[in-house]
C-alpha cells in the first residue's frame, strides 16, 4: 500500500525535471536550426543560372530605366559593346578574361568579384557600380580611378556611353528597384 501511494509522488517530483530537459533540447533544437538556415543561405550562391530576357522584357525594362538611359539605342550598345569584348564576358557565370565578367555589375561593389585578380587600386576602391560611376569610368578609365590596370583608352561619345550602360543593363540581370 504504502510503496502504491510513494509511486505517484516520486512521478511528479520528477515533473519540473522532465520540464527543463524539454526545454534545454528545444533552446539547443531552435539554435541548430538558426545555424541551418544560415548554411543554406550561402548555398543560395549556386542556384541555377536565371534565364537571359526575352527581347519583349528587354524593351520593357529599357523603358522603366530612368533618363537618359530609357531613350538609349540598345544595338548601338551592342556595337559599343564590341570594344569591351575582347577582355569581358557578359553572362552568367562566364569566365573571366583578361578584365572580370560583368553578369550582375550595377549594384555590385567595385573591384568585389571572385577569382578575379585586380589592380590594388580597384580592389580597394569604395564604391558600387551603377549608371553614373560607370559613365565616369567609361569615360575615361585613367582619370576616373588612377592605378586601375583596365587598358582602355575610354568612350568619349556620350551617346555611345548611354547606350552601352542600357545594353549592359538589360544583358547583366540588372534590376529595377521599383522605387
Ligand atoms: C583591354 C582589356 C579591356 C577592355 C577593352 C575593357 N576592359 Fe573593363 N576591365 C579590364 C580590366 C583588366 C579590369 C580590371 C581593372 C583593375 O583590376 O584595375 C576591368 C574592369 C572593368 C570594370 C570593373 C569591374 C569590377 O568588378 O569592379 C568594369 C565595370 C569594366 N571593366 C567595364 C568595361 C566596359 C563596359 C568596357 C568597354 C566599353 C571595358 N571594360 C573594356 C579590361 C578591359
Known sequence: MFRLSSFPMIRRASGPAVVLAAALTGSLGLT???????????????????????????????????????QADLENGRRAFARCRSCHTITPGGPNMTGPNLYGVFGSEAGARDKYSYSHALRTADFTWDAETLDHWLQNPRTFLPGNKMSFAGLPDATDRRDVIAFLKVETGFKPTGE
Open 32 to 70: 541548430a536550426c538558426g545555424q541551418g538556415a544560415e548554411g543554406s543561405g550561402t548555398g543560395a550562391a549556386e542556384a541555377p543560372k536565371p534565364p537571359a530576357l526575352t527581347e519583349t522584357e528587354k524593351a520593357a525594362l529599357l523603358t522603366s530605366l530612368p533618363a537618359p538611359y530609357d
